[in-house]
């Protein structure tokens, strides 16, 4: 995996004028080079999360009502997403967490993720 910028990418930027949306647009990429690198070297990887935002409603973050609501909401959205991803209902699968988690350890608190749980009144999703 190529870890820095090429020279290319360094060389032409101080050759550009500052402001420019080209140098503005260069000192992103170079700004998140770690993460480029990694997208190209692994194919699995998508380019965007479009895909993701379109399954969880993304109108939906518009109406959080902070940073902090947003992030919440993200984690939830996730959490439900994983369930999903595992055959497991949603809505049974929230159910069984929140009837369990106030007695649950903290230090087992990975028993309630997704992968780890089989429900016994597993209902088909709708």
């Known amino acids: ?3 820095d910028p090429t020279e290319v990418e360094t060389a032409n930027l101080p ?6 949306d080209t140098a ?7 700004s998140r080079w770690p993460a480029l690198a990694r997208f190209v070297d692994a194919g699995q990887l998508e380019i965007d999360k479009n895909a993701a935002e379109r399954a969880l409603g ?8 902070s940073n902090t609501g947003g992030e919440r909401a993200a984690a939830i959205y996730s959490l439900l997403g994983s369930a ?3 055959g497991l209902d949603p809505e049974l699968y929230l159910h069984h967490v929140l009837d369990r988690i ?5 230090s087992k608190i990975n028993d309630l993720l997704p992968w780890n749980v089989a429900l016994a ?3 088909a999703p709708a």
């Open 24 to 30: 503005a647009a260069i000192r992103y990429a170079l």
């Open 15 to 20: 050759r550009l004028p500052r402001k420019s």
């Open 1 to 3: 995996m190529q870890t």
């Open 102 to 106: 106030a007695d649950h350890p903290i």
């Open 58 to 65: 993304r109108k939906n973050y518009l109406f959080a009502g």
């Open 121 to 123: 009144s597993q209902a």
């Open 84 to 86: 999903k991803l595992n």
